[in-house]
């Protein structure tokens, strides 16, 4: 038989014994070119993550520098604020605007405004820069449910748990609220019973929500910005007319303090219950022995009744000019524990709440007030050319002319206008010197200078 020849392994290489053929040169070289662009475009990449993450930090550490030169430019203002209100030269009145500097003004390399607020009830495109007198709104501690229901957005239910949320007591007044309401509440917490803290502790209030508390105007600024005017197109929720609807935190205050001391710092005389001898030791010494005798004549020996100096001007027979040289020593009625609204400065919806004034009378005294903006009424007496005597005698335990309390609404920048903060102060003069009692940080209510200040940052920033 025949046997087939051996099977070989097919060959796959070059023939036995044959090398194989060279790499060509050029193929090589190809093959590093390809490697080297690869490396390289590595290199490349890590070389721009690199950079972009040291940019980042660069510009991360510009605003940490631009937030704490804000955050000392606002410490400054604080500072600027107490020496400025040290030296007032009408006591109890704001000084004037032009008389002090509240607008872009520089710390190093930082700037600070004064946010205000405007006089009138138009709308504003851009903020008014001054400090602000606090002693225009109403006292949320002190006011009556029947006050509290005219202010805007207020209901008679809702000033009604306002009032049961700060007495004592835990019985619930005509629509208010107590502890039985709260307990049922999914979270259900407690009525307070104790006097308000914060005017945003009225969040726990039954019946209030955020549109009621903040209005329109969220960034809490006094200005009608794009977006407070927009409808539903971005928050708040608006009705797009084109005029500014505050909440109620624009017409109350906690931190209003009546005044114990003269401008000299001696106690003031109340004409209720004060040493007489007092009261005819001042009037001599204003008016003379003779004007003394006729005005305590007039005024009589009956002054228990006395709720207010108000009061006491109309009974005593004082022209305002003679009033306005003696309002600051004196007092009237009970010893003071309520908080006055300044008249001289207070907007029509905070006179509005004000007994013997309300709706109808609030627009009349604004209007008088605002005819004789250039005389500036020094005292309560121009009041009573607006209200009776019975109104007048009403009003008057609710009113003063002078305020010991301003806010400095603080809003400052860093260099290249970054770092945005903004800080609400409270400063207090009813003592021997100026003194900050309230401190609130607004950072997180958003910008608050408004589109002018925005655009000029803008513009320096395509500059540089």
């Known amino acids: 038989m025949t046997l ?6 097919r060959a796959t290489g070059s023939p036995a014994g044959i090398p194989p053929a060279p790499t060509s040169p050029r193929a090589q070289r190809g093959s590093v070119l390809i490697i080297v662009l690869w490396v390289t475009f590595g290199l490349v990449s890590l070389a721009l993550y690199f950079a972009n993450s040291m940019s980042m930090e660069l510009r991360a550490s510009e605003n940490r520098v631009a937030a704490v030169q804000a955050d000392q430019a606002i410490l400054g203002a604080a500072k600027y604020v107490t ?4 030296d007032l030269e009408i006591p109890g009145r704001l000084p004037d605007s032009w008389s002090y500097r509240a607008e872009a003004v520089p710390i190093g390399e930082a700037q600070f405004w004064f946010i205000g607020r405007p006089e009138t009830d138009t709308a504003q495109e851009e ?9 225009a709104r109403l006292p949320l501690n002190s006011a009556t449910a029947e006050m509290l229901q005219w202010l805007p957005r207020m209901t008679a239910e809702l000033a009604a748990a306002i009032v049961d949320w700060r007495d004592e007591d835990s019985d619930a007044g005509d629509g208010g609220a107590e502890d039985e309401t709260y307990q049922r509440l999914n979270q259900p917490y407690r009525c307070k019973n104790a006097p308000f803290e914060s005017l945003e502790e009225l969040r726990l209030v039954r019946g209030m929500t955020t549109e009621i508390l903040y209005g329109e105007d969220t960034n809490l600024n006094g200005v009608l910005d794009s977006n407070e005017n927009d409808g539903d197109q971005s928050p708040p929720v608006d009705n797009r007319d084109g005029h500014l609807d505050p909440g109620l935190i624009e017409y109350l205050t906690l931190w209003t303090r009546p005044p114990t001391v003269d401008d000299e710092g001696n106690a003031l005389i109340n004409v209720t ?11 001599q010494e204003k008016f003379g022995a003779d004007r003394a005798n006729a005005l305590l004549r007039q005024l009589g020996t009956n002054t228990a009744q006395l709720a207010s100096p108000l009061q006491f001007y109309l009974r005593a027979g004082f022209t305002p000019d003679e009033f306005a040289q003696i309002e600051g020593s004196v007092t009237a009625g009970a010893p003071a524990t309520n908080a006055t609204v300044n008249v001289n400065t207070a907007s029509e919806a905070v006179l509005a709440c004000i007994p013997g004034i309300g709706p ?7 209007a008088r007030r605002r005819s004789n903006a250039s005389t500036a009424p020094p005292s309560l007496a121009w009041v009573t050319e607006v209200l009776d005597e019975s109104q ?11 305020t010991t309390q301003f806010v400095a609404d603080v809003a400052a920048v860093g260099r290249h206008g970054r770092g945005y903060r903004r800080v609400r102060f409270i400063c207090d003069l009813s003592g021997a010197a100026p003194r900050l009692v309230a401190r609130r940080d607004l950072t997180d209510f958003g910008w608050s200078l408004g589109r002018e200040v925005r655009r000029s940052f803008l513009l320096a920033a395509r500059n540089r």
Not at 127 to 135: N, T
Not at 273 to 283: E, H, P, V, W, Y
Not at 360 to 365: G, S
């Open 127 to 135: 903020p008014v820069f001054s400090l602000a007198d606090e002693g």
């Open 273 to 283: 219950t004060g040493d007489r001898q007092q009261l005819a030791t001042l009037l």
């Open 4 to 9: 087939p020849p051996p099977a070989f392994p």
């Open 83 to 86: 020496n400025l209100l040290a």
């Open 360 to 366: 109808d009378l609030a627009p009349n005294l604004v």
């Open 392 to 402: 007048a005698t009403q009003a008057g335990p609710f009113l003063s002319s002078r």
